[in-house]
């Protein structure tokens, strides 16, 4: 089964931590992708371009670069590189995180067996500078049942492990501005169509994140993005609208709290 790899970049990213995301995929993977789409979402610094370079002059009938002219944001730039992969199933990589070696072998494999599947996910771990402190576990339900009802109370799967059909995704209209939830308003759109998804219960991916992202996931924006997905819900009829606007207060009321308080009830929501 042929697959492609979609990850975009941008010039804030580290190119020592694109170059291991690439490694990940590539050299360290059991089982390869037969092409990695990778948007470069407007100009990018010359350690990126030199990290990008290396690449092409290594895996050039493998990689794809896809320049764009300004930065477009992530759900944007993601949408024209589902636009330029060439199979019908496509992985999803950050360009700062790291997939473990049975990554792909695993997902395809579950593919193969399940090919009604429109995503197909994966559980993960949050690390801060090297993969030896892991400093959280991420973890999504596994079955559909299990997946529809915790999509109403948060994203039921880790965006950077998920494996999806770019037709389903094209169907829903592929990614939509959200600000940051863009695939959380993907992921309810596609499960609102009544196709089945999943999780493995599997680790195979690595999220790198920083001491600061619980201080980023708060703020007037955050809670304004809140609002947006509570209209999402109320249009596609997730939940009733009692529950969807208690749950947008719930979800909301944090997200005026300062950092300090916010850190343990980030790290609590995520065991």
């Known amino acids: 089964m042929n697959f492609s790899v979609l990850m975009s970049?941008?010039?804030?990213?580290?190119?020592?931590?694109?170059?291991?995301?690439?490694?990940?995929?590539?050299?360290e993977q059991i089982l390869k992708p037969n092409e990695i789409v990778l948007v470069e979402d407007g100009p990018l610094n010359d350690g990126l371009y030199d990290v990008i370079e290396q690449w092409q002059n290594k895996i050039p009938s493998i990689l794809k670069r896809i320049k764009l002219d300004k930065n477009l944001g992530t759900g944007k730039a993601k949408n024209v590189g589902l636009k330029h992969c060439s199979h019908s199933y496509i992985a999803i990589m950050d360009s700062d995180d790291i997939s473990l070696p049975e990554r792909f072998q695993k997902q395809i494999s579950c593919l193969k067996e399940n090919p009604q599947l429109a995503i197909l996910g994966s559980q993960m771990s949050e690390f801060i500078d090297n993969i030896e402190n892991v400093v959280a576990i991420r973890e999504v339900p596994t079955e559909h049942s299990d997946i529809i009802k915790f999509s109403k109370y948060r994203s039921p799967f880790n965006n950077q492990s998920i494996i999806y059909r770019k037709d389903m995704i094209e169907n829903v209209g592929g990614y939509q501005h959200h600000l940051f939830m863009e695939d959380y308003n993907l992921f309810l759109r596609v499960i609102s169509k009544g196709t089945e998804v999943k999780n493995l219960p599997d680790n195979l991916v690595m999220a790198r994140v920083g001491?600061?992202?619980?201080?980023?996931?708060?703020?007037?924006?955050?809670?304004?993005?809140?609002?947006?997905?509570?209209?999402?819900?109320?249009?596609?009829?997730?939940?009733?609208?009692?529950?969807?606007?208690?749950?947008?207060?719930?979800?909301?009321?944090?997200?005026?709290?300062?950092g300090n308080l916010l850190r343990p009830i980030y790290y609590f929501l995520r065991k």
């Open 9 to 27: 970049v941008y010039y804030k990213e580290n190119p020592l931590h694109l170059n291991q995301s690439l490694l990940s995929i590539w050299d």
């Open 211 to 258: 001491n600061d992202l619980y201080r980023r996931r708060r703020g007037i924006q955050y809670i304004k993005s809140e609002w947006q997905l509570a209209k999402l819900k109320s249009s596609l009829k997730i939940q009733n609208k009692p529950a969807i606007y208690s749950l947008f207060l719930f979800r909301s009321l944090p997200r005026l709290l300062p």
